[in-house]
């Protein structure tokens, strides 16, 4: 694996866990929606999420294509171009079922 996608790899791991955090204490999408710093603070790093993508070279992301790399980029588009329109039940689903996939998914690869 080439040095720098190790790290943005690592860095994606630890944005992910912010988000974990940022959340956890909440049982559905408004109660996130109605904390502004916990909603922004978590939007954000989605969209540094998005950002670490499109850093990391082709060649790691056509060897793992069970990523779907392009939707998770394109979520950052979506959510810097259309903030106010975000779908907070979407995101609340995309934090409680794929953040946790997402994050041990990274953990394989990050180990190979």
């Not at 944005?15 to 929606?33: D, H, N, P, V």
């Not at 540094?48 to 990391?56: A, C, F, P, Q, Y």
């Not at 070279?57 to 294509?65: A, E, M, N, V, Y």
């Amino acid at each position: 694996m080439l040095d720098k996608d190790y790290y943005i790899l690592l860095s994606l791991l630890e944005t992910l866990e912010k988000i974990s955090r940022y959340t956890k204490t909440y049982s559905s999408a408004e109660e996130l929606f109605e904390n502004d710093r916990d909603f922004d603070a978590t939007m954000m790093n989605f969209i540094v999420i998005g950002e670490h993508v499109g850093k990391l070279s082709d060649q790691i992301k056509s060897k793992h294509p069970e990523m779907n790399w392009q939707k998770i980029y394109g979520l950052r588009n979506i959510l810097a171009h259309h903030y106010f329109g975000i779908n907070v039940d979407m995101i609340w689903q995309i934090i409680q079922d794929d953040i946790p996939r997402f994050k041990e998914a990274l953990k394989r690869i990050i180990v190979k």
